[in-house]
């Protein structure tokens, strides 16, 4: 069942570079259901996974694929990767829906973000290291060509160095992959081994290097301040639907990677260098906010805000793997916020990326200063954009809230001062968003917009679940705890097994 | 069925507001029945939930419970709310322009909803939730005329509130960390380092939500917002969240030495300062404002003094008359077209009205036996118990409100010379709705003078199941004299017209402006704010990214070398090691080997070949060196595969 929804939207996207004759509409048609499938089939494995069940990974599907060097497709879930994966599949099936301009090459289009779901599926359920490897990396050859084909601006420029960035990342995480799998005997790179076995415990600078290496690889993907230039660039030029993806999934693989690999393969190491990671979140949270409202530009604004809400969940991250055995419940409940906060951010920033996509396909214009009175003129965009606005600031009943308090109460059991001065944050957030609601909706309307339309029947459509999900997740969230608190709760008292 | 009393409670407004704000103008006289059916209803369940003191629980997440219940000192409270907010959405339906007044009137309904889970939040979570809840629809309420500045404004007075929101999500915290849960009742469990953090986020939060200074301009910001809006979050919700928290949490944070002093002493300032804005503030709707401030100022010095029962209790008094006084200033402005006071003196104009108004102002002004004269005079008694000059300082913070009470009256509806501007049929929208409202508040406000009778002190006692400050004798006199001569002053200014319009003096301005504390704000801490998000935005375009610009240039500039150095030395080698098969084939050809000739010559071939291969692998292009690369890559894999 995992492996037909990674492989159904491969094999599509297959199907669409071979389907020359294929209308518009039918490629549309195909790719809709070939991108709703995993989410059906996902929901199918949600129902069938057991929150009371054994941790890490349920429902393996296993089959031998380099057996000499340990390789293998493997792949399974726990309460983690089964969220992150049900994000994914639904942002998709959003953006693929979301109408862009197409450039008289939908195939190709479509085919490539077929191509980049099943690889985002695959670095969620793959529970081989090598595996993982493999799609993280795919997944940047997606949306490179993404951006590059569909973007606008200096979209080829921001596409290389998306990519050159990344990809340089990735190949230092590389080299940290191998210092775990060389200490394995026999040499696997199943995940269930190296986390029972913790390759480098005690095993000093060597442990340390290879932490560094893999952290460096995620932080760039994350992205933490100072590794996250690659950012702003790649969204500002990126096809709206692109960058709901790029920000709603791939921003993701950092911090769930962080999970899967630091945080539960080398206890030992990461708690020893925990304190590193929760300056450089802190950091990133402060720094990306007071960036984000410093900018003028809509869509880079909304980027930076991703690098402060990311800092979160690293921050999340980091308390968890603190202290050894202490203050157990506070760090389970970071672990816990943390991963509602890539949920929650997947599910507003796509939504806020999508509408900053409406402003560009109706305007060609991403400059704040240009726009005003528009909820005269676009109240069904308006009330979209505030709430998703109102989110992104974590205002309670809503996502983002559900996240952030869980990550700031859990912090503050370890780190106080740390939370005191995350909160700076939430400030500024607030401020930027709100003048940000402000410079776009209200005021008065200049001439030029009197022909500004409001949100079509498919955006609307397409933003209905995404901002419904992060209603429902702020007023109703026991469902989504339950699915993810069983698993955190593994991951961190693990640390005092020993 | 309890617990149904408490879902309805805080349900049955909110949801009925969003419906009525979703469906629009379209709906007609629904509006006014849908609106008033569900807040008379709320006030129902309300009374019955005072009385039953039910409580109820949902599960959140792992380990989090959110409960509401009704405490003690909820009771008077969750009453007041729905009465408040019935009286003044039975105004509201009459005010303002008729276009968007569906979305104004469901916001309003939908606030006390809101408004009722904060009172009703047995846990910090669940405060947390509906303190940001009040705090955005109050946003909301204010920003509504979105066309003009109002949601610059509204903006302003969100971000001074979220300061101090930001306090609760510090004491959220301290309390995990403290007791492992987030209930009000366990903070009592607290000590220590802890329970100073909670007690620092609870005052924030509370300073920040009551307007007390330094915060206190943002109700000045809240003014842009129409009246109705200013009579809720005045009297009955937003503002009143900050005092009521406070006295609810006071038997708790009591255990921290400074909580009572410090509480006192931002109580006792902004009481005064408040006092003195409002006693040059030419304008109606900011004079009411400031004493806002005032009064909430009045509740901390309760509660600071150990007493919370006596600031729940003025906190009634001062939501009856405070809602009337705002609806009043709404008629008054409606009526002269003007905000200032100066343009107002309406006495001959609306009578009613200025009846009505009177019952309010001589409760603002603490006048017996008015139930707001009561509840002062415990103040009184609080701070005295805590330090005499505590009590002298709220007796001269009564004179003050005494003054501008009457400023507010004589200004506003005194009786102006006969036939002044404009006869007496000039209409003010809704003013049957408005007079009827008033009628209700100042009829409430005269009910409440029962707790000037043992009687009525003992249901105080009994309500709020606490204790209330002792008396001493002098209290009643001395506040009766600072009254009448209060009363007094005013009213030789107003002989003299000097009452509305304070001398032009520069520095009464900037005291009717909330002493610039707003501009102060700005300039120290907005604008710099603003101006390090811009220079963090350039920093990092110019030097962050910059660094890997560098790194970039660095490379290529490295591979240019590098390719360089491949044309002079690598492959002057291979041209090199070309030569040397030739000339080595030179030498063996003339030593005359011939049978080894081929092979030589085809050594020879091939070494100059790979010299010329070597050449063309420097060609510029990325791509090519990326493939390199990662071959090169796989290499070194499978040397540190071998090395293992």
């Known amino acids: 069942m995992l492996t037909a929804a990674i492989l159904i939207p491969a094999l599509a996207a297959a199907a669409l570079v071979l389907g020359r004759s294929w209308s518009e509409s039918a490629t549309r048609i195909i790719a809709v259901a070939a991108s709703a499938m995993p989410l059906a089939l996902l929901v199918g494995m949600w129902i069938r996974y057991d929150t009371g069940g054994p941790q890490p990974f349920q429902l393996v599907e296993e089959t031998d694929w380099i057996p000499t060097l340990g390789v293998g497709w493997r792949l399974g879930v726990d309460g983690i990767s089964l969220a992150l994966a049900l994000l994914a599949a639904l942002v998709f099936v959003v953006a693929i829906t979301y109408p862009v301009e197409l450039r008289g090459r939908h195939r190709q289009y479509r085919a490539w973000f077929l191509f980049l779901e099943a690889v985002s599926l695959g670095v969620f359920l793959s529970i081989d290291l090598l595996l993982f490897y493999v799609f993280f990396d795919l997944s940047l050859v997606g949306m490179y060509f993404l951006i590059g084909r569909w973007g606008h601006g200096e979209a080829r420029a921001a ?186 951010h997947g599910l507003i920033t796509g939504a806020l990326f999508l509408v900053a996509g409406s402003f560009w396909t109706r305007t060609q214009d991403y400059d704040m200063g240009h726009y005003g009175g528009l909820a005269g003129q676009a109240p069904r965009l308006t009330g979209a954009a505030t709430l998703a606005a109102f989110a992104s600031l974590g205002l309670p009943g809503l996502a983002g809230f559900v996240a952030e308090f869980q990550i700031f109460v859990g912090t503050f059991s370890v780190y106080p001062w740390v939370a005191a001065a995350a909160l700076l944050g939430v400030l500024i957030t607030a401020a930027l968003f709100l003048q940000m609601v402000q410079k776009l909706f209200f005021g008065d309307l200049p001439d030029r917009l009197r022909g500004f339309v409001d949100l079509g029947r498919r955006e609307a459509l397409a933003l209905v679940p995404l901002l419904a999900l992060v209603v429902i997740i702020g007023i109703w969230p026991t469902w989504l705890l339950d699915l993810l608190t069983p698993t955190s709760e593994a991951i961190v008292s693990a640390f005092g097994a020993r | 069925m309890a617990d149904v009393a408490l879902l309805a409670l805080v349900a049955l407004p909110v949801l009925s507001g969003l419906v009525l704000w979703a469906r629009g103008d379209r709906q007609g006289p629904v509006l006014a029945v849908g609106a008033l059916v569900s807040l008379a209803l709320t006030l129902g369940v309300a009374v019955l939930a005072a009385v039953e003191q039910p409580e109820a629980s949902l599960r959140w997440g792992a380990g989090i419970t959110l409960r509401v219940e009704v405490a003690d000192l909820a009771r008077a409270p969750i009453v007041l709310v729905a009465f408040v907010g019935l009286a003044v959405v039975a105004y509201a339906l009459g005010y303002g322009e008729e276009r968007g007044r569906a979305r104004r009137v469901g916001l309003r309904v939908a606030v006390v909803g809101t408004m009722e889970l904060l009172l009703l939040a047995g846990d910090l979570l669940t405060l947390l939730m509906a303190w940001e809840l009040v705090g955005l629809l109050s946003w909301g309420l204010i920003a509504h005329h979105w066309r003009g500045g109002a949601p610059a404004q509204a903006g302003q007075a969100f971000l001074a509130t979220r300061v101090g929101d930001l306090g609760l999500f510090l004491a959220a915290g301290a309390a995990f960390a403290a007791t492992g849960t987030f209930d009000l009742a366990a903070l009592s469990e607290a000590d220590g380092g802890l329970l100073t953090v909670v007690a620092v986020g609870i005052l924030l939060a509370a300073a920040a939500k009551s307007a007390q200074v330094p915060f206190s301009p943002w109700l000045f910001s809240a003014m842009a917002g129409p009246t109705p809006a200013s009579a809720l979050l005045h009297s009955a919700t937003m503002v009143a969240a900050g005092a009521y928290l406070l006295a609810r949490l006071q038997p708790a944070l009591d255990g921290v030495g400074w909580f009572g002093p410090l509480t006192i002493g931002i109580g006792l300032v902004t009481a005064l300062a408040g006092g003195l804005v409002a006693v040059v503030q030419p304008e109606a709707k900011k004079l009411l404002a400031a004493s806002t401030s005032a009064h909430y100022g009045l509740m901390f010095v309760a509660v600071g003094a150990g007493y919370p029962a006596v600031a729940i209790a003025h906190l009634v008094a001062h939501g009856l008359f405070k809602a009337l006084l705002f609806i009043s200033a709404g008629v008054a402005i409606d009526a002269s077209g003007t905000t200032g006071l100066a343009g107002m003196r309406l006495g001959r104009r609306l009578p009613t009205v200025a009846g009505l108004t009177a019952v309010g102002t001589l409760a603002l002004a603490a006048a017996p036996p008015l139930g707001g004269a009561w509840t002062k005079e415990q103040v009184v008694a609080a701070g005295t118990h805590a330090a005499p000059w505590v009590g002298g300082l709220v007796v001269a913070a009564g004179a003050l409100s005494a003054f501008y009470a009457a400023r507010f009256q004589l200004v506003a509806y005194g009786r102006g010379p006969q036939g002044r501007d404009g006869s007496p049929d000039t209409r003010v929208g809704g003013l049957r709705t408005a007079t009827g409202a008033m009628a209700v508040l100042a009829g409430a406000g005269v009910l409440l003078g029962l707790v000037w009778t043992p009687w009525g002190e003992e249901r105080v006692r009994q309500i709020t199941a606490s204790s209330l400050p002792p008396t001493e004798a002098w209290e009643v006199p001395a506040s009766l004299v600072a009254l009448v001569l209060a009363v007094y002053a005013a009213v030789l200014l107003d002989r003299s017209d000097r009452l509305a319009v304070s001398s032009p003096a ?72 070309a030569r040397l098969g030739v000339w080595t084939a030179g030498i063996l050809d003339r030593v005359g080997e011939v049978s080894f000739d081929g092979v030589v010559e085809g050594v020879a071939r091939m070494t100059g070949a790979a010299g010329r291969d070597g050449r063309r692998l420097q060609t510029g292009q990325t791509h090519q060196y990326y493939a390199g690369l990662a071959v090169g890559f796989v290499v070194l894999v499978l040397v540190t595969l071998a090395w293992r």
């Open chain 1, 159 to 344: 596409a290389l160095k998306f990519f050159l960035y990344t990809l340089a990342g990735s190949l230092v995480m590389l080299l940290g992959f191998l210092a775990l799998y060389l200490q394995t005997d026999p040499l696997t790179f199943d995940m269930r081994v190296l986390i029972a076995e913790q390759p480098l415990a005690g095993r000093g600078a060597t442990a340390g290097l290879a932490l560094l290496a893999i952290l460096v690889g995620l932080a760039v993907k994350t992205p933490l301040v100072p590794v996250h230039t690659w950012l702003p660039p790649a969204h500002v030029n990126a096809p709206g639907p692109a960058s709901a993806v790029l920000a709603g999934v791939l921003l993701k693989m950092g911090t769930f990677g962080m999970i899967r690999i630091p945080l539960s393969m080398m206890r030992d190491t990461f708690e020893t260098y925990a304190p590193v990671l929760v300056g450089v979140a802190l950091l990133s949270i402060i720094y990306g906010a007071l960036v984000a409202l410093g900018q003028t530009d809509l869509k880079r604004r909304i980027a930076y805000t991703s690098i402060n809400h990311m800092g979160y969940a690293v921050l999340g991250i980091a308390v968890a793997g603190s202290l050894g055995s202490g203050e157990e419940a506070g760090r389970r409940l970071a672990l816990t916020g943390a991963t509602v906060e890539m949920v929650a």
């Open chain 2, 506 to 577: 520069v520095g009464w301005a900037r005291v009717g402006r909330w002493f610039d504390l707003a501009l102060i704000v700005e300039v120290a801490v907005v604008d710099p704010a603003l101006a390090l998000a811009r220079g963090a935005a350039r920093f990092d375009d110019r030097v962050v990214d910059a660094g890997v610009r560098v790194v970039t240039a660095g490379g290529t500039g490295l591979s240019r070398l590098l390719a360089r150095g491949d044309d002079r030395v690598v492959d002057a080698g291979v041209r090199g090691a």
